[in-house]
Each structure stands twice: as structure tokens, then as C-alpha cells.
């Protein structure tokens, strides 16, 4: 018997690992005892519950109201109904909660599966503590998601601190707010409060520019976008110092900011400029972090750090304690917390069988839903920096999107998108893109980057015109250069576009 147990069975990455050990069950040397644990009340999952689906339902309001807003051909905008995002949210997460649960049920009911509603606690090395019974394991697999990170900051103890959990479910607004970090979190939720909920916000970044990692030009847009389309200060190179609470029972944040390109030399001198911001409240988008508290880990070998879960899902001192999704801190995405699920699974049957675990390795793929997905941002594959650092060569093409007037005709026209080519074989390695519909491409580039499609084979078709186009142009610039290497003639660029 082979006893395996998921912490967290009701998540994204927990359902992936139960799925994949029960349709391989078949491959194990014994049979398979499957213990399927979770506390959640009620149970669902973080994605479904807290995270990307509830978030989507509120975007998609304030993406309405903006569209409509924006636009100079229509008449004035509809009021904000935040009462009935909240409800109608509600009632689309209850109906997603309901059919994660239903599938975990119907997975318990299969033979040697079990589901406990309550919390465990490791008590030692693989061995559980739960519903009043001691379970001792062969595996555990743990998947208990993230909670908000809040930063570590004098007297933010005595200041009411909101997070995105807190947006989620916010029925009315303050005037104004501080908001602490400038990621993914706040890049989507940012615009949100600031269109349905009316919010004067100040946004406080460490960089000089949102999507640091990213071609400069990438952060500089969106800078662009969230001032003048949404009215949102950013104070880029900024650091948080210490914050007070003021006598009307707002916040006041006392910050550092530095020159850009100066920050962390000047940092250290503590030689910045003083900056003083006050607001009804305080909102902290300052990322998640894994939600490991009360697992009881300090009786067990486990001792989390960076990089304590290793590619395949294992830990650095337990080899059969496997932590997946959220809760390893790796790269806390949907996506990847199923795919890191599904490499669990695998790689227990593998040892069980006596062979080596496989690491598990995936194309990034990041969508960030910003300018309430008006202007959502696209990154799939290589960026222009981690293609050099390969030193492969590679062709770096960029296409704004105001080059092609289908974005014109909708209204708009701001952003821009890049093609990583590799220069000796053609095969497309990355792409950016931050634009209107960017996140409806991104399935289509991750199939270009993982198939490793060369873009002179791609089908030179004449396509009803639509944003795609934008990849059109990219392609044939590509293609240009390639020939141009190759000493030979590029197919004459056909489309016609507006200037």
C-alpha cells in the first residue's frame, strides 16, 4: 500500500496532484491509499475563491464602465453599481466553488480515496495530525495556497491595512488611498478602485517603472496609462519608511524617494528626499506569500527558505514531502500550480517505481490583466534580456500598436508588442505585448514558442482585419530580417496600414 496525503486537496494544484496519481494508479507497484484534506469553509480553492476568478468579475465591471467613459463618441457614463458587482460576483464564485467541490467529491467516492474537512498538522516527519487520528504517510504533498504579504513596517500595526481580499468584497470607498507595491496585484486592482470605486490614489513603486524585468519601454507606457487614463499618481523609486495614523483615522505615509538610476546608492546614504503622503486608507498590493503558518512544520525536518522545493516539487531536506502552487513560492500562477500538481503526481508513481523524478520546466506565461484589461500585458517565452543572457542569437523585433489602424477604429490605439526570433533557425522564443485583447494572443504565441514554429512557414494568409494583426506585422518584419541575414529577397509586405 502506498499512502499518499494532499494538504489542501480543494485547490488548484492539490485537485492536479489527486487527478494524476488516481489516472495513474494502474502504473504504481501497490495499491494506492489517497487522503484528500482540506479546510476550507467553503471549499474551493484560492484561485476560485480569492484570487484570479472574483478579481476577473470586478475588471470586467470597471472595463465596461471605462470603455464607455473613454469613448468621445458617446455621452456620459453609467454610475458604478458596487453592491451589485459584489452580488453578482458572489454568485459566480459560489457556482465555480461548488463545482471544484463537486469534482473532489466525486473523487473521494472512488476506492481507497478519502476526503477530511479538517486541518492538519504535521506532529513529525510525514506523519499528520487530523480529525482527532493520527496519519502516518508515505508522501504528503502540500498545497495550502498564499495569503496577502504584509509588509514589515513601524506602527503598521495601528493603521487598518486592506488587501486585495478586502477589495474583493467592497461595497463603498474611501476618497482616497495609499497603495504600497506596484505588481501584479496592483497593476489589475489599481484601476478598479480608481474607476468604480472613485478612489485619488498614490501608488508607491521601488523601481523606476512597473515590469522591471521587462524592456523599459513596456513600464514607461503603462506609467503613461495609469496617470492619464486613470488619474493615478505613481511615485516610481520610492521606498516606505514608516507610517502614522492622523487624527481623522486616515494614514499617513512617510516615504524615501531617490533620483532614477541613483535609488540604491543613495538609499544607503539615506540621502533621499523625504516624502510625506496622507489618505483615507491604506492598501497593501505587496505581492502573497505562502501560507505555511500552523502546518506545524517545526516538528518535521522541513525548514522553508528560498529555494527549499526544488524543480521537482520536492523538498531539499524530505524527499517525499512534496509542496506544490503557491505554497513553494516558486511562481505563484494558475497555470503553473496545476502543471506543478501534475509533476508531483508523476513523480511520486516514478519513485515508486524506482526511477528518477523528472524536473519540472515550463515556458513562462503571464498574463497581468492591467488597465482593467483595456490594456492588459503579455509575456510568453524569452524576453529580449533572457535571450541574450543565452547567448543564442536572436532578432528582436517591436511593432506599436497605433502602426495598425484596427486599433484606431476601437479607440485604442496606445501600446506596443515584441517577437524574440531565433536568428539561426527562425523559430519564434518569446513574445511581449501590452495592448488592447494582448491576453486573447497569448495562447496563440505560447503555441508559436512551444511548438517552435518558424515564422517564414507560418501561412500567409489575408485575415478579416482584427488585432491580431499586430502579430501580422511582427511576422513579416521577422521574416525581413532573417532574409536580409540570409542575403536573399523577403516577400513584399502586402498589408496595407494607417500611419
Known amino acids: 500500500m502506498v499512502h499518499v496525503a494532499i494538504v489542501g486537496a480543494y485547490g488548484s494544484a492539490g485537485v492536479a496532484v489527486a487527478d494524476e496519481l488516481l489516472e495513474r494508479r ?20 484560492l484561485c476560485i475563491l480569492r484570487g484570479c476568478m472574483p478579481s476577473k468579475e470586478l475588471l470586467s465591471a470597471g472595463e465596461h464602465r471605462y470603455l464607455a467613459r473613454h469613448d468621445d463618441r458617446l455621452e456620459g457614463a453609467p454610475d458604478p453599481d458596487p453592491e451589485q458587482i459584489v452580488t453578482r460576483k458572489d454568485e459566480h464564485v459560489s457556482d ?35 480529525d482527532g487520528r493520527r496519519l502516518e504517510t508515505d508522501y504528503v504533498v502540500v498545497a495550502t495556497g498564499s495569503v496577502p ?38 497593476l489589475e486592482l489599481g484601476p478598479y478602485l480608481s474607476e468604480i470605486g472613485g478612489v485619488d490614489l498614490t501608488v508607491i513603486e521601488h523601481d523606476e517603472r512597473p515590469l522591471e524585468e521587462i524592456e523599459p519601454e513596456y ?98 531536506s524530505d524527499d517525499r514531502v512534496f509542496v506544490v502552487g503557491d505554497a513553494n513560492g516558486r511562481e505563484p500562477i494558475l497555470h503553473v500550480a496545476k502543471e506543478q500538481g501534475f ?14 523524478p523528472e524536473p519540472y520546466a515550463n515556458v513562462p506565461h503571464h498574463v497581468i490583466f492591467s488597465g482593467l ?16 543572457e543565452t547567448q543564442m542569437d536572436e532578432i528582436v523585433v517591436t511593432r506599436e500598436a497605433s502602426s495598425d489602424g484596427v486599433f484606431a477604429t476601437k479607440g485604442h490605439p496606445e501600446g506596443r508588442a515584441t517577437l524574440i526570433v531565433n536568428a539561426a533557425d527562425g523559430t519564434v522564443l518569446g513574445y511581449q505585448g ?30 478579416h482585419p482584427t488585432t491580431p494583426e499586430i502579430i501580422d506585422g511582427l511576422l513579416r518584419d521577422a521574416c525581413s530580417q532573417l532574409a536580409e541575414r540570409e542575403d536573399c529577397v523577403a516577400e513584399p509586405d502586402s498589408e496595407e496600414t494607417i500611419p
Open 343 to 356: 509533476a508531483a503526481g508523476e513523480n511520486i508513481v516514478r519513485l515508486e517505481r524506482g526511477d528518477d
Open 373 to 388: 484589461a483595456v490594456y492588459p500585458f503579455v509575456r510568453i517565452g524569452h524576453t529580449p534580456a533572457t535571450a541574450a
Open 149 to 186: 504579504n504584509i509588509p514589515d513596517l513601524p506602527v503598521i500595526d495601528e493603521v487598518p491595512v486592506r488587501t486585495s481580499d478586502d477589495v474583493l468584497d467592497a461595497t463603498a470607498f474611501p476618497d482616497s488611498g495609499i497603495v504600497m507595491g506596484h505588481g501584479y496585484i496592483s
Open 219 to 316: 513600464g514607461d507606457a503603462l506609467l503613461e496609462l495609469y496617470r492619464d487614463h486613470f488619474g493615478i499618481e505613481v511615485l516610481t523609486t520610492t521606498d516606505e519608511k514608516r507610517l502614522e495614523p492622523t487624527d481623522d483615522g486616515g494614514v499617513r505615509l512617510i516615504a524615501e524617494r531617490t533620483r532614477d538610476g541613483e535609488r540604491d546608492e543613495a538609499s544607503e546614504r539615506g540621502c533621499g528626499e523625504e516624502l510625506i503622503v496622507e489618505a483615507d486608507a491604506l492598501y497593501a498590493f505587496t505581492g502573497r506569500q505562502p501560507n505555511l503558518d500552523g502546518l506545524g512544520l517545526e516538528h518535521t525536518r522541513l525548514e522553508p527558505s528560498e529555494g527549499w522545493v526544488s524543480s521537482t516539487m520536492q523538498t531539499d
Open 26 to 45: 494502474d502504473a504504481l507497484p501497490a495499491d494506492l491509499e489517497l487522503t484528500l484534506i482540506d479546510d476550507g469553509d467553503p471549499g474551493g480553492g
Open 434 to 463: 501590452l495592448h488592447r485583447h494582448a491576453d486573447v494572443m497569448a495562447k496563440t504565441m505560447q503555441l508559436a514558442v512551444e511548438m517552435k514554429l518558424d515564422v517564414r512557414e507560418v501561412p500567409k494568409r489575408a485575415y
Open 96 to 130: 465555480f466553488a461548488e463545482h471544484r467541490r463537486g469534482h473532489v467529491h466525486d473523487l473521494a467516492d472512488r476506492a481507497g480515496v478519502e476526503l477530511i474537512r479538517d486541518t492538519a498538522r504535521f506532529v513529525d516527519d510525514r506523519v499528520l495530525a487530523v
